[in-house]
């Protein structure tokens, strides 16, 4: 079987050999070839053409770019694609079914945890990962989950209402 | 941004991976958590021709006591394995205070606190921690294995001591022998951000009496300042407001802090000397308690 990918401007040196890669990204298997230094965030962008995971501060600042790897939120700005390899990737496009929007993603249009949105499914992802572990979140536990992901525009308030939103709503859904 | 262009290794034997180091020579560099080396990286602040990921060497992602109280801590353990860690929060007070204060929660996923020590840098909390606690470096290379303390383990601002084929491969915090209390203070503008300030205490106390003291400073020098003199000011005695207060005047004289746009050299030296009341206080309360 060929799979075709789009080219990410990553042309390896001469001296420096591409190296091939088998990840797992939003439940479909993939394989890539990529230059050592292609950036995890470059390859879902601009190789698996997810654009759902943002470059904001491009320097481990901010938090836009993050994904779950193996679960864990990572910024993925500041992790190597090729690490990626033999690994599981959820983006922001991973978080909704075919016929639903994930209770995370209602909960940001309810509580209006968005303004400009940059911010927004780096939030999602780390506020996930919260939930995973821990499903009865307090505001506090809220906040402190997502204190590596900055916003600009909306002060928290409502990205944290958000959140709690989702909690409740997947505890109402894991007790219904 | 992009990294300069770099060959990548990811050996799957510490063994594999000094001889890649070996055969690197100065150009090559152990990516283990990269959170720091990543960022360097894209900045073209460094350029390391080889990179040698050991983030597939099994055996590395330990935090255990030994039988006796030894702390070893491998070098693929992250930040938030610490933070979670129910063995520091019995107990490593000082570690267990500090471990939600690296950087931010999805930097603390990745990190590794044997990176943090290795890559040295002023701002860096660990460093403190190790060095008020007496601990050392664990380095393996082609000759074999060798303890280096973590006080002369940091050589300067972003230097170590290991030689270019060397991997530090676990950090020791030896057992106490009396009770263990003490705690790290940060002051930061946000979460994430590098410390103003930072006070690492590390105290043993038998009896009441304070059997070992360690004093370290975050962010007010060229490198981590183990704060000896403030240290030795404790030291024979019980807790008391005069010990503490030489204490914390000692602490304040061995910073070397600069004014930036985190804040004043003084402002900075009156919160190492604020921070080290409140540290000492705080297990004043404790060492009271058990004598």
Redesign the interface.
């Known amino acids: 079987m060929t799979t075709v990918y789009d080219d990410v401007g990553d042309q ?2 001469g ?3 591409m ?1 091939r890669i088998a990840f797992t990204i939003n439940g479909a298997r993939k394989i890539a070839e990529v ?5 995890l965030a470059h390859l879902i962008r601009r190789g698996v053409g997810l654009t759902g995971t943002h470059m904001g501060c ?4 901010c ?1 836009a770019c ?1 994904v779950l790897v193996d679960g ?4 993925s ?4 694609a ?2 990626a ?1 033999g690994h599981e990737i959820t983006t922001v496009e991973g978080l909704a079914s075919a016929s639903e929007l994930h209770p995370l993603q209602e909960g940001f249009r309810a509580e209006h945890g968005l303004q400009c949105g940059f911010c927004t499914p780096g939030m999602m992802l ?1 506020a996930k990962a919260l939930l995973d572990v821990n499903p009865d979140p307090t505001e506090e536990d809220v906040r ?2 997502l ?3 900055l916003c600009r525009c909306t002060g928290y308030q409502n990205i944290v209402k958000s959140v709690l939103w989702a909690a409740a709503k997947l505890r109402s859904q894991s007790a219904g | 941004m992009y990294p300069s262009r770099f060959r990548y290794e990811a050996p799957r034997s510490l063994e594999e991976a000094i001889r890649l180091l070996h055969e690197g020579g100065d150009e090559a560099k152990i990516m283990a958590g990269g959170q720091s080396l990543v960022p360097l990286m894209k900045l073209r602040f460094a350029s390391p021709e080889l990179i040698v990921d050991i983030n597939n060497v099994p055996g590395l992602d330990y935090h255990r006591a030994d039988p006796d109280g030894t702390l070893r801590v491998g070098a693929l353990c992250r930040h938030a394995d610490l933070e979670r860690s129910d063995l520091l929060k019995q107990a490593q007070p000082t570690m267990a205070a500090a471990a939600p204060l690296i950087a931010d929660p999805l930097v603390r996923n990745r990190g590794t606190l044997v990176g943090s020590l290795c890559h040295a840098d002023p701002q860096g909390d660990w460093a403190s921690v190790v060095v008020a606690l007496g601990g050392s470096v664990v380095a393996r290379g082609p000759g074999g294995r060798r303890a280096i303390p973590a006080a002369e383990f940091v050589t300067g601002p972003f230097e170590n001591a290991l030689a270019h084929d060397e991997i530090a491969v676990e950090a020791v915090i030896p057992a106490p022998v009396g009770t263990r209390s003490g705690g790290y203070l940060k002051l930061e503008r946000r979460v994430g951000d590098f410390a103003t300030v930072g006070v690492a205490v590390a105290l043993e106390t038998s009896d009441g009496s304070v059997t070992r003291a360690g004093i370290a400073l975050t962010g007010v020098g060229g490198s981590t300042i183990a704060a000896t003199q403030a240290a030795a000011a404790l030291m024979g005695g019980p807790l008391t407001p005069e010990s503490i207060e030489r204490a914390a005047e000692a602490a304040a004289e061995a910073a070397q802090p600069r004014s930036d746009h985190r804040g004043s050299a003084e402002y900075k030296r009156h919160m190492v000397r604020t921070f080290v009341v409140r540290l000492l206080s705080r297990d004043g309360a404790s060492v009271g308690k058990a004598a």
């Open positions: 390896a040196a001296d420096v050999p190296r230059e050592p230094r292609l950036l491009d320097t481990t600042n938090g993050t864990k939120p990572i910024k700005c500041t992790m190597l090729v690490q390899d780390a402190w989950a204190s590596g992901n």
